[in-house]
């Protein structure tokens, strides 16, 4: 008879990481369906290559490091960082823009320093940061919802203008970004950063047909999708509830105090909280367990870290969207913030008392 | 002649100021974005640390202890000018592109690594051989980093080495691929710390290999190492 000694916490749900990536993994599909529905199919064919890429990297690497290569594939975590990495990218960029993403993931920030796990870094956000940061056009090539696109793009074309860089009927992306009037569109987040700098104030920019409601045309249904599913995701109890909540909690308080102090230049809660990845951001990716906080105190002070660099990023910094380095900048706080939240060991004193 | 090959080997691979000592890094990293500002610099570097080398060799007894790295560190700022000056006057285009990253030769480690360790140590012979076979070393790394770079980040090799070399150097100019897009992260300062942890990774990949032949040609029995990393 032997006895299995296992460390703590010993008392736990019997779910395994293959089993908690795919539910988040399948938490992300009310998400996709929206952002294909309304911006087109592109999204789906960036999911099938940054998939395959990931798992042929995967593989590689493990069979290099003379790992089981089946057991790490099959634990999912490759398949969610390339869906998170797919999703976040425009989804008219060419293929190789996703292929080189998702291999840097998984290659340089994921293996290298040691597999599922060990990373210190959101494989996803670093991959996108690198693409952000070395290919501004193509990442930055956002078309605008169907519904406002003058030409119509069948699933055919995604196709054509990931592969070709030209949809099948010959049209450049930077066609298809042009609306109906001939005017070049961008995310609600560009736009309104390009007019904010152009001296128009909020109101102004906001009746531009990319702004719907309180946020913009399409993002508002894709983020509420995304929302969805993150909530479906803290009643599993696949993720706290801490992070998600620290992170809207804080870009929700900051940007109603900044909209009342400064109403024609910042806009209000809803609009950030509806706009960009906000919501993928705070449920999907900011709660990756590995390069997260752990302690639950520390959960709150890493989301509201993310929260406050969303928001000064996007109000006052260079890039009109701010997740991937803000989860970055956070994930470098995490061994900071773990090591100050770190919880009271049962039966002992609190550190306080003890001076 | 013995001393000769130990400090060959020492300089270029087992104790390479580049990949093993990790000195000098801040120009290592930052002019490493093309194969000719790599040339270029890793000259400089060669030059400078030569004439350091003799000369901390030849007042080595007449330098009192106690105010050695002063010294030391005028003699290779002097040094540092002349060739700022030298190359101010005849590769005036690298010279602006190298930029601040020629004054700051004065504080590359490396330099005053050796004058300390070696130079102040040695007879000058010794010390020369040393200087040139580590400033050797730490082109080379420079030139193969930044040839990764340059690859990379713009497709060509040699690109703008008439700066440097004057103008038959046109013709070194390869264009290993024409790309469209420029992969800029391999040109910004992450990608030099990114390719210069692989050529660390790298070489300690091939130490390893050559442990592994010498032991089994050797015969010996591996000792299993069950505590730290064996580098």
């Known amino acids: 008879m032997s006895f299995k000694i296992a460390s703590s916490p010993h008392q736990h749900n019997q779910r395994s990481t293959a089993h908690i990536m795919r539910l988040v993994a399948l938490a992300c599909l009310p998400g996709i369906a929206v952002q294909a529905v309304l911006f087109g199919y592109g999204v789906l064919i960036q999911l099938v290559l940054a998939i395959v890429t990931a798992w042929i990297s995967e593989a590689l690497v493990l069979k290099l490091r003379g790992k089981a290569v089946l057991p790490r594939l099959k634990d999912n975590s490759a398949l969610l960082t390339a869906v998170l990495l797919a999703i976040a990218i425009p989804p008219y960029a060419p293929w190789w823009i996703i292929v080189i993403g998702t291999a840097f993931a998984i290659i340089m920030v994921k293996q290298l320093y040691g597999g599922l796990g060990n990373n210190l870094f959101n494989p996803a956000m670093a991959a996108y940061v690198l693409l952000l940061v070395s290919f501004p056009l193509q990442m930055t090539q956002w078309l605008p919802p169907l519904s406002l696109q003058s030409v119509d793009l069948t699933p055919l074309d995604a196709v054509c203008s990931i592969f070709t860089h030209y949809s099948c009927s010959g049209f450049s992306l930077s066609q298809l970004q042009a609306s109906i009037d001939g005017i070049t569109m961008a995310t609600p987040l560009d736009t309104l950063r390009t007019d904010l700098g152009r001296g128009l104030t909020l109101d102004e920019s906001l009746n531009r047909p990319v702004f719907f409601a309180f946020a913009g045309t399409g993002w508002l249904w894709v983020n509420l999708a995304y929302l969805a599913g993150g909530l479906l995701l803290i009643q599993q109890k696949v993720i706290s509830w801490r992070i998600p909540l620290a992170v809207i909690g804080s870009l929700f308080v900051l940007s109603a105090i900044a909209t009342l102090a400064a109403p024609d230049t910042i806009a209000g809660p809803l609009f950030h909280l509806f706009s960009g990845g906000t919501m993928l951001a705070a449920f999907f990716i900011a709660t990756d367990p590995v390069s997260a906080s752990t302690t639950n105190k520390g959960r709150l002070v890493y989301g509201a870290l993310i929260g406050l660099l969303v928001f000064l990023i996007r109000n006052f910094g260079g890039y009109p969207d701010a997740y991937a380095f803000a989860v970055l900048l956070a994930n470098m706080a995490v061994p900071l913030i773990d090591y100050y939240t770190r919880p009271r060991t049962y039966g002992h004193r609190p550190r306080s008392e003890l001076k | ?231």
């Open chain 2, 1 to 231: 002649m013995s001393q000769f090959k130990e400090l060959t080997l020492q300089g270029l691979w087992k104790n390479n100021p580049g990949l093993v000592q990790l000195l000098g890094l801040c120009p290592l990293l930052a002019v490493t974005a093309t194969v000719t500002n790599a040339l270029g610099l890793g000259a400089a570097t060669l030059l400078v640390l030569l004439g350091s080398n003799i000369a901390v060799s030849l007042v080595r007894n007449h330098v009192a202890s106690e105010i050695r790295i002063p010294v030391f560190v005028l003699i290779i700022a002097s040094l540092v000018t002349a060739v700022q000056l030298l190359m101010n006057a005849y590769t005036y285009d690298l010279y602006l592109s190298l930029g601040i990253f020629i004054p700051l030769i004065v504080t590359n480690c490396a330099i005053i690594g050796r004058a300390e360790a070696f130079a102040s140590k040695n007879p000058v012979l010794p010390s020369a051989i040393d200087a040139i076979m580590m400033g050797l070393g730490f082109m080379l790394v420079l030139l193969v980093l930044g040839a990764m770079r340059e690859v990379l980040g713009q497709g060509t090799l040699f690109d703008g080495a008439d700066l440097l070399l004057g103008d038959w150097a046109k013709a070194l100019r390869v264009e290993v691929f024409h790309a469209d897009n420029h992969f800029l992260l391999a040109m910004l300062p992450p990608g030099a710390f990114l390719g210069m942890g692989l050529l660390i990774a790298l070489k300690n990949v091939i130490d390893n290999k050559l442990k592994q032949r010498q032991a089994v040609e050797k015969g010996s029995i591996a000792r299993a190492r069950v505590t730290g990393a064996a580098q």
